[in-house]
């Protein structure tokens, strides 16, 4: 059975999945709009990633995107016509912001890695989206920036996933400037991993989503979360938990398979568990 069958998954859906190999490839579909974070793109994003979260087949996340652009960031147009509610639009915003910024987090909870494949321009929760994968491939066409201050909007949420993935000071020039960052630019920030000819982002973000599916997904799982912990403490409580964390692993079935086939000079055969 596909995944298009099995979530009633139709060409019109605001995010489409398609499995292969142990890689789930989510694909923004709002080509049209360029992929603007609508609350319904949004709230699709977030089921597919809960989605995946229980689906012990899926090893890896490919997220891309239909179209010129990865993503326009959130859509002006939907969040301007709140402008004649009673409240001037103040609780729609709210929701919209909580809601996307739920799904931001779910990402980085989710325990497959996760790649983003971005061609065009991924732009203000855009680029938030592509600064809270934990890896992503950039055509060498695509740009990057927080345009909000543009408009008389500061990318302030963009801005708490873009300042965990650069220098501050490049993070504060994107942010006060409104300027795009090229694909190499982006690179030497380190908000991409590797820039590859126009057109190939997926296929490159595929190759390495593949290298990753050969790993025992209980070790990624450990990995990825042990990763964003410690990020949030001090130098002693990282150690400490890393140290506590190194303990655990030692002791799961994959861990005393991996070293057994280093030891042995063979192939590990992971039980994901």
């Known amino acids: 059975m596909n995944d298009k069958t099995r979530f009633g998954e139709t060409a019109d859906a605001e995010v489409l999945r398609a499995d292969k190999g142990g890689i789930a490839t989510l694909t923004l579909n709002r080509a ?108 060498e066409a695509a740009s990057f920036g927080t345009p909000g201050v543009n408009i008389g909007l500061f990318c302030s949420t963009p801005m708490v996933a873009l300042t965990r993935n650069v220098a501050p000071k490049h993070a504060m020039e994107l942010l006060l400037t409104g300027e795009l960052a090229d694909a190499p630019a982006a690179y030497r920030m380190g908000l991409v991993n590797r820039v590859v000819a126009r057109g190939r982002a997926l296929a490159a973000a595929h190759a390495l989503a593949a290298t990753i599916a050969r790993k025992s997904t209980r070790v990624l799982a450990i990995g990825k979360k042990v990763f964003y912990a410690q990020r ?42």
């Not at 001090?234 to 398979?257: F, G, K, P, S, W």
């Open 32 to 139: 049209a709009a360029r992929n603007a974070l609508s609350l319904a793109l949004i709230d699709a994003l977030r089921a597919s990633i809960d989605a995946i979260a229980a689906d012990r087949q899926v090893r890896a996340v490919v997220l891309a995107a239909n179209g010129p652009a990865f993503s326009a960031g959130h859509d002006l147009k939907e969040l301007t016509a709140h402008r004649g509610d009673p409240d001037r639009g103040r609780a729609f915003y709210a929701e919209a912001m909580r809601r996307c910024a739920t799904m931001m987090q779910a990402i980085v909870a989710l325990p497959q890695p996760v790649i983003a494949a971005v061609e065009g321009v991924a732009t203000a929760a855009g680029c938030q989206l592509v600064a809270t994968r934990d890896l992503a491939v950039a055509g």
């Open 232 to 273: 949030e403490m001090n130098l002693a409580e990282a150690y400490d938990y890393a140290a506590d964390v190194m303990v655990q692993n030692m002791l799961v079935r994959d861990a005393e398979e991996g070293i057994g086939a280093f030891v042995e000079k063979r192939e590990p055969k992971w039980q994901d568990r």
